[in-house]
C-alpha cells in the first residue's frame, strides 16, 4: 500500500488504464460478493504492485 501511495503521483496513475481496469475489476468482485471489499482491493493492490514494478523495470526507476 505504502509503496503504490508514494509512486502513484509520480506515474500519474489517473491516466493508466491499467491502473482503473484493476481498481474497476476488484469493485465488481467485491459488489458480486466473490471477495470481500478487503479482499477484493489487496488483490487489486498487488496487481498495480506488479505493474509499477514493471514499470519501474521498463523506464529504469
Avoid at 508514494?6 to 491502473?19: D, E, I, K, T
Avoid at 471477495?35 to 526507476?61: C, V
Amino acid at each position: 500500500e505504502g509503496e503504490i501511495r508514494q509512486r502513484l503521483p509520480a506515474l500519474g496513475w489517473v491516466h493508466s488504464w491499467p491502473m482503473r481496469e484493476h481498481f474497476r475489476a476488484a469493485l465488481e468482485k467485491a459488489i458480486a460478493g466473490d471477495l470481500s471489499p478487503k479482499e477484493a482491493l489487496d488483490e487489486a493492490a498487488q496487481k498495480m504492485n506488479q505493474l509499477l514494478k514493471d514499470y519501474a523495470e521498463l523506464y529504469g526507476g
